[in-house]
């Protein structure tokens, strides 16, 4: 579709105006162009010209590394098997965390004695980077399955719980005069306004908790793992192949896009009324 | 006077509809400062007439309006209905918002069916009485759209219809068109008119347009332009509609308030 655009644009530009040099220069899905070429031709000259010794691979030896680990077990596990374990860690600790935070967020916001028990304690450990509990998630849980998550519950639970709870401390109180005027009691406004206005806020708390997720489990993974994107990216360091922790940094990239935008499709499905912004 | 007691007026019987009765209201700013908003203001409307209450900001009208509205409680006196006093909002008064307030996760038909949905009005019933007020406000073909794709005009007509879909008895207007630009606004002066004429309600309109007033109102009740709010004096309207705002009788009038207030409308 935008490539169809910037076809047009430059066609017509052709026919009409021979020097054209400006416009072609101006037009934004060339400048794309220019941007992403740069940066790759920035990476291989620098990796090609050992800047950093052998210690920086360059884009087409990570093309290959990738294809390599498409088609052979590492670790006893394949690409497939490593991307499963991260992303099933971050769902797990993302739904366990958001199961529990959004409504007791929501509960928060509406009842000021749920706030009054539940703030205090929150105001004290939201400051805590969620990293900080790793050793102590070892030491309570060992080096298993459920360590890890426990991180991802810690990290992205502020998130969801404040994004929650400002979602409807926010709404506009003027609201809830129109369901009282129309009829309504207390339940009407809770379930026809408090709800509903503070979905997209409920949402943003959730991509912010997500990207979160993926850090946590990174951070949990290179502590320590026999499998996962985190497993990758450490071996690669301790092996010292480049080519193979860029190749995880790359991997966990795109696995974190796609469930973002998972998050997103789901976000559209219950918030068709959000006036959609493009290229956020 | 007694509720529901008709009063003489262009020789027809006319029962009074909704009655403040010496109201004030002060509200505590910062925990200690004192405001009074509105002071001793009576004010009788009857059944089916078009009032409009006229003052400058910040003169206690919207406060009043929402007094009336039941959504605030005055410090004395008292607001009655021919039924009883008012206790507290309900769907027999109809509030229009100047700033829409429309539910931005409805769509036009969601918004315009809320008062029925709230009131558990069966659906059947619910689909048509929302749709005879969404065609009445000029809407038709728009019910599925969302509040942010339509422009100021058009959410405030949604905002009239869902009010006017609740089947109050009283509708109450605060400042509605005050954020529509001038050839929106007049033009909603004129629909706001005809869908009067045609769905005779009682109406209270807030506005501090005097040309709105003019426009508008069959009776116009000024507010003084300073806190506390009391009502300055009353004039009657006995124009034909639908009115023109160059009408030399309506310049007339209009020279007339001005010259009643030292505040420019």
């Known amino acids: 579709m935008s490539s169809h655009i910037a076809n047009e644009t430059v066609g017509t530009i052709k026919e009409s105006r021979p020097l054209s040099a400006m416009l072609i220069l101006t037009n934004i899905y060339f400048l794309y162009g220019v941007s992403l070429l740069t940066f790759f031709v920035v990476w291989d000259r620098v990796a090609a010209l050992k800047v950093f010794d052998d210690s920086l691979a360059r884009p087409s030896e990570v093309v290959m590394q990738i294809k390599m680990l498409m088609s052979m077990k590492f670790g006893g596990t394949n690409l497939w ?3 499963w374990a991260s ?17 007791l967020g929501l509960f928060m916001a509406l009842n000021k004695y749920v706030n009054a028990i539940v ?44 994004n929650s709870y400002n979602g409807i401390r926010l709404v506009e109180p003027e609201l809830y005069d129109v369901v009282r005027v129309l009829g309504g009691n207390r339940k009407d406004e809770i379930f026809q306004v408090s709800f509903p206005a503070s979905f ?66 789901v976000e559209r499905k219950f918030c068709p009324w959000q006036r959609s912004i493009d290229n956020l | 006077m ?26 505590i700013q910062k925990g200690t400062v004192e405001v009074p908003v509105i002071k ?10 078009f009032l409009v209450i006229l003052g400058p900001g910040q003169c206690g009208k919207s406060t009043l309006l929402r007094i009336i509205a039941g959504l605030e409680v005055p410090d004395k006196g008292f607001v009655t209905m021919p039924d009883g006093p008012i206790v507290g909002p309900g769907p027999d008064r109809g509030l229009v918002f100047q700033g829409y307030m429309l539910f931005a996760w409805e769509t036009v038909f969601g918004n315009v069916e809320m008062g029925l949905k709230l009131r558990k009005v069966p659906k059947a019933e619910r689909r048509e009485i929302t749709m005879h007020y969404i065609n009445m406000v000029g809407l038709a073909g728009f019910e599925n759209h969302y509040p942010h794709q339509l422009s100021g005009g058009m959410k405030q007509r949604v905002g009239i219809a869902r009010a006017y879909a609740n089947s109050p008895e009283v509708m109450l207007m605060d400042e509605p068109f005050g954020q529509l630009d001038a050839q929106t606004r007049m033009f909603m002066q004129q629909e706001i008119t005809s869908i009067w004429e045609r769905e005779k309600r009682t109406i209270i309109f807030v506005t501090n347009n005097i040309d709105e007033a003019l426009f508008l109102g069959d009776r116009i009740v000024l507010m003084e332009g300073k806190l506390p709010g009391t009502i300055k004096e009353e004039f009657m309207v006995d124009l034909p509609r639908p009115r023109e705002h160059t009408d030399m009788e309506l310049l007339h009038m209009r020279e007339v308030i001005t010259e009643r207030t030292e505040l420019v409308l």
């Open chain 1, 87 to 103: 992303t099933l860690r971050v769902i797990m600790g993302f739904s366990l965390a958001a199961v529990v935070a959004v409504p």
């Open chain 1, 119 to 162: 703030k205090p304690l929150f105001d004290l450990l939201k400051p805590m980077p969620p990293i900080a509990w790793v050793s102590l998630a070892i030491l309570w849980f060992g080096v298993g399955e459920f360590a890890k998550i426990f991180i991802i519950i810690i990290g992205t639970f502020v998130p969801c719980l404040l």
């Open chain 1, 200 to 265: 997209p806020s409920v949402f943003a708390g959730l991509q912010i908790s997500m990207s979160i997720a993926w850090t946590c489990v990174l951070a949990a993974e290179l502590m320590n793992a026999r499998d996962g994107i985190g497993f990758l990216i450490k071996r690669g360091m301790d092996t010292h192949q480049p080519a193979l922790v860029l190749s995880g940094m790359i991997l966990i990239a795109a696995a974190a896009w796609c469930t973002s935008q998972v998050l997103t499709l």
């Open chain 1, 81 to 83: 098997g490593h991307i």
């Open chain 2, 2 to 27: 007694p509720l529901s007691s008709a009063i003489e007026g262009n020789g027809m019987e006319k029962l009074i509809k909704i009655e403040c009765n010496d109201i004030s209201k002060t509200f």
């Open chain 2, 40 to 49: 001793d203001v009576s004010l009788a409307v009857h059944e089916n007439e």
